[in-house]
Nanobody, 123 residues
Framework: VQLQSSGGGLVQTGDSLRLSCTASRRPFSNNGVGWFRQAPGKEREFVGSISWSGEHTYYSDSVKGRFTISRRKGENTVYLQMNNLKPEDAAVYYC?????????????????WGQGTEVTVSS
């Protein structure tokens, strides 16, 4: 599975962005998908994840209530809606797909990774 993430850009504090993660083939719909981010000089951190059905989502405390992950059954795209962006949200965002159907916060559970899309938030 090849993943393509897109939608990053430069925004101001309080703005919104929607990131997309599109897979190269249909079985993507059976995979749990996670979003991670890595800011310069920092370790990669978990942002959120969604189960294959879309019924279960998990978020880090830092984005809970501001970010939403969604997907439609049968489609090859997962979205990360980011609202009320803060300067500390600036990072390269990566989507990842798992061979497993469940959502996970552990990077080790994901076998397929996108190339990343950069989000910059100005104060």
């Amino acid at each position: 599975v090849q993943l393509q993430s897109s939608g990053g850009g430069l925004v101001q504090t309080g703005d919104s962005l929607r990131l997309s993660c599109t897979a190269s083939r249909r079985p993507f719909s059976n995979n749990g998908v996670g979003w991670f981010r890595q800011a310069p000089g920092k370790e990669r951190e978990f942002v959120g994840s969604i189960s294959w059905s879309g019924e279960h989502t998990y978020y880090s405390d830092s984005v809970k209530g501001r970010f939403t992950i969604s997907r439609r059954k049968g489609e090859n795209t997962v979205y990360l809606q980011m609202n009320n962006l803060k300067p500390e949200d600036a990072a390269v965002y990566y989507c990842a797909a798992s061979r497993y159907a469940s959502a996970s916060s552990q990077a080790s559970q994901y076998q397929y990774w996108g190339q990343g899309t950069e989000v910059t938030v100005s104060s």
